[in-house]
Nanobody, 124 residues
Framework: VQLQASGGGLVQAGGSLRLSCAASGVTMNYYSTGWFRQAPGKEREGISCLNFASGATYYTDSVKGRFAISRDSAKNTVYLQMNSLKPEDTAVYYC??????????????????WGQGTLVTVSS
């Protein structure tokens, strides 16, 4: 299942944004979603994930306490609420179906390809 991120934009430092992640095209059941980001000149990094069955979540240290992942099963959409944004959060954000547990998340989409990302720019 390929997932598409949306909801990015320009925000001042200290502000908030909520990103959305939904499946595109023909959908099949999937069981977890991870959020990733890639800043200019840097490698893509996994920042958060949610395991639908267990409810387990994972956050990388740099976003703990500021970002929150959630899911609306009726809308088949996963959200990433981002608060207290910092300029270093500026990146293209992606979502993908990856394995997820409290210790970590997979690094590559199960589908084998990345969907459309959404740009988040945090100004100082």
């Amino acid at each position: 299942v390929q997932l598409q991120a949306s909801g990015g934009g320009l925000v001042q430092a200290g502000g908030s944004l909520r990103l959305s992640c939904a499946a595109s095209g023909v959908t099949m059941n999937y069981y977890s979603t991870g959020w990733f980001r890639q800043a200019p000149g840097k490698e893509r990094e996994g920042i958060s994930c949610l395991n639908f069955a267990s409810g387990a979540t994972y956050y990388t240290d740099s976003v703990k306490g500021r970002f929150a992942i959630s899911r609306d099963s009726a809308k088949n959409t996963v959200y990433l609420q981002m608060n207290s944004l910092k300029p270093e959060d500026t990146a293209v954000y992606y979502c993908a179906e990856v394995p997820c547990d409290p210790q970590g998340m997979g690094a590559m989409p199960r589908s084998g390809s990345w969907g459309q990302g959404t740009l988040v720019t945090v100004s100082s």
